[in-house]
């Protein structure tokens, strides 16, 4: 089975605060995405990467940033935190041929 | 345009069938997925349809996809109070056409069982 992990399930942080929000898979994927999920916005494509070292933006990137130094760990970054950026985050990462994306258990960042 | 629509709202009783309906815009995606979420949970794929295919069919899990109409649906057979959750469908535009593996997805659909 494929296993998607987040480094927190909850994280409450304070305004300014540099954030870390890290996603391991541990199936070799090339793919993998950082999504967040708003009550009546849905969900929603912050950044993705499709190669170590490789990113790309997705719809909503500003005010974050990511890492991907290992194949298997991709990790998302707020580099100085502030209240609009609570809110469910979501790691996913993508096997092919089906493009199937397979989701971590998210991590609810609340920012005070 | 990329839109995904479903009914946000679905109740049934502890038994019957349930069937989730969604509608995609996007005529080439390739495949098509449905994915459940539990209430604080991340997003559980359930199952996915190739798009030449009609019906998919696994355990109480029925798909069917009418690429005419662009018409995507998720029936739960015996439905349970666990089967409580959000559901989502959701569409992967093909590669070349700006996209590089984001998925689209409907706004879900909450699907109440009643004991």
């Known amino acids: 089975d494929v296993k998607v992990t987040q480094s927190s399930r909850y994280l409450v942080k304070r305004t300014g605060e540099k954030v870390f929000l890290e996603c391991v898979q541990d199936m070799d994927h090339e793919n993998m995405f950082w999504y967040r999920q708003d009550p009546g916005l849905g969900l929603r494509l912050i950044y993705f990467?499709?190669?170590?070292?490789?990113?790309e933006k997705g719809d909503i990137p500003e005010g974050y940033s990511v890492s991907r130094e290992k194949k298997e760990r991709f990790s998302l970054i707020l580099e100085s935190a502030s209240t609009n950026q609570t809110s469910m985050y979501l790691c996913a990462s993508m096997d092919r041929p089906t493009d199937t994306q397979y989701f971590g258990p998210g991590t609810r960042l609340t920012v005070l | 345009g990329e839109d995904v629509e479903q009914s946000l709202f679905l109740s049934v009783r502890e038994g019957d069938s349930s069937v989730i309906n969604c509608t995609y815009t996007?005529?080439?995606?390739?495949?098509l997925y449905w994915y459940k979420q539990e209430p604080g949970a991340g997003l559980q794929l359930l199952t996915y349809i190739f798009s030449n295919m009609d019906m998919k069919q696994d355990q109480r899990l029925t798909v069917l996809l009418n690429k005419k109409d662009k018409h995507l649906s998720l029936r739960i057979a015996d439905t349970q109070t666990g089967d409580s959750a959000i559901y989502f469908c959701?569409?992967?535009?093909?590669?070349?056409?700006?996209?590089?593996?984001?998925?689209?997805f409907g706004q879900g659909t909450t699907l109440q069982v009643k004991p």
């Open positions: 990467s499709y190669d170590v070292k490789m990113k």
């Open positions: 959701a569409e992967i535009p093909p590669y070349g056409s700006g996209n590089t593996g984001k998925l689209i």
């Open positions: 996007d005529s080439s995606s390739t495949y």
